[in-house]
């Protein structure tokens, strides 16, 4: 409950009851006790705890405890305790007045309270139980915005992790493909060998030789063409070919010995020789 916001005609008979009654319940725990001034820190204890308590209901203080509010049984349980000393000091000083009279003085001020407070207390107000629904509400709101302020930071969280995690693999594949550049750039330019399906390349003109006498010991000069030398053709190719343009194979060898120096005389020869064979049939 709220501060009382209703003004009542109880309230100042509360509070001038309630100042009396703390003046009394002093004095007479300080005289029962027989403790001197320093007996005034107990009762001065006791009627703050009292008082405490009336301001507490006054407030509308809930203290829940197995389902009840704890402030109340406070205040009755600490009238009852202030009572009763007040009635065994009338009783210690054998005056019964005192010990009929002195109880009735707080027990007289929590029952004007009481009334007080239900005289302040708005009748629209939300009843403790309403009130006590409503905060169950309010926590629970309270409890999901909190999850989801959790939630998203999580996310958020994943999210940073991921664009992390793109932007280490696009770094990645950006320096392989600037590294497989440069080595594109520095590779050597590589000539593509002549293949089966290319056409073969046919020469423009047949090399003439012009034959030599037989005495000479000069070797003819072997006529070949740019193309034929780009061709490198193999020993028993050159055989083949001078076979067919020499009759005799001693001009055949020395012109295939002239355009590759670097072969063996005889077996420069025994090509030539097996080339005649498979023209003629026979070795020469």
């Not at 007479?28 to 320093?38: H, K």
């Not at 600490?78 to 009735?104: K, N, S």
Request: glycine share 6%; hydrophobic share 45%.
């Amino acid at each position: 409950m709220d501060f009382p916001r209703l003004r009542t005609p109880l309230l100042l008979p509360a509070t001038l009851l309630s100042g009396a009654s703390l003046a009394w319940t002093t004095w007479s725990l300080v005289d029962l006790l027989g403790a001197g001034p320093i007996g005034v820190t107990v009762a001065a204890g006791a009627d703050v705890i009292w008082a405490s308590v009336i301001l507490a209901e006054a407030r509308g203080v809930h203290v829940p405890i197995r389902g009840r509010n704890l402030v109340p049984i406070i205040g009755w349980v600490t009238l009852v305790a202030v009572a009763a000393l007040l009635a065994w000091h009338g009783i210690e000083r054998d005056v019964p007045a005192m010990a009929v009279g002195g109880p009735f003085l707080p027990l007289g001020t929590k029952a004007l309270w009481l009334m007080a407070l239900a005289d302040m207390r708005d009748p629209s107000a939300l009843t403790d139980d309403e009130r006590a629904r409503l905060a169950a509400l309010e926590r629970g709101m309270r409890f999901e915005e909190a999850e989801h302020r959790i939630g998203l930071r999580r996310r958020e969280m994943d999210a940073e992790r991921l664009l992390a995690d793109v932007s280490v693999d696009f770094e990645i594949e950006l320096a392989r493909q600037d590294k497989g550049r440069e080595l594109a750039r520095r590779a050597p330019i590589a000539i593509a060998p002549i293949t089966p399906e290319q056409p073969p390349i046919t020469p423009i003109a047949a090399p003439i030789a012009t034959e030599q006498p037989q005495g000479s010991e000069r070797p003819e000069p072997g006529v070949t063409s740019p193309i034929a030398d780009r061709e490198q053709k193999s020993i028993a190719d050159l055989a083949r070919d001078h076979v067919a343009i020499h009759p005799t194979n001693p001009p055949a060898t020395k012109a295939i010995c002239s355009l590759r120096p670097d072969a063996d005389p005889d077996s420069v020869a025994a090509a030539v020789r097996r080339a005649r064979a498979k023209m003629t049939g026979g070795y020469n």
